[in-house]
């Protein structure tokens, strides 16, 4: 997260954004969202190291742009992927990971014998890591960028619509 309070520019757009008129601030969140879009999900493609990765948080990535932030989502769809189970409830464990730990199994073999053994839970996971793989260091990357984006693209689109270029 970015905070405005160090940035008079940001502060300053806020204000602009909070204050202006309906159809030039829809105007500013398209374009602001319609140039964000492609790159935030052309980065989560190119950093998934695996298939998982780009089914769950890759596939569904889109950005949100409001009067007071821009918020980019992955991992958020609801449609069931081949095992039955939704992206946005398995998103967090393949972004942070999951802890591997060992476990007893119980199985019954082709004669009928019941038996136990060992073995390593969650291994189809990454390591638990607190940062995150995919999603979070990406947006850590391309935030500053992203901010950059908006204040640009709210500054032209006033002074055009000051100009008279823009309704």
Known sequence: MISVSGS?????????????DRGLRRNIFRATRSAIVPEWQQELRASATTHLEERVIAAGARADV??????????????????????????????????WRRGEVAATSSK?????????????????????????????RLAPRFV?????????TTYEAFEGRRP
């Open 8 to 20: 008079r520019e940001l502060q300053a757009v806020l204000l602009a954004l909070r204050d202006m």
């Open 66 to 99: 409001t009067a007071d932030r821009v918020t980019l989502k992955a991992g958020q769809s609801t449609r069931k992927l081949e095992g039955g189970s939704s992206p946005r409830e398995i998103a967090h464990a393949v972004e942070f990971g999951a802890n």
């Open 112 to 140: 009928g014998k019941a038996y136990r053994y060992s073995r390593v839970l969650n291994k189809q996971l990454k390591p638990r890591r607190s940062a995150g793989y995919l999603a979070w260091p990406a947006a850590a």
């Open 148 to 156: 950059a984006l908006w204040v640009q693209t709210t500054v032209r």
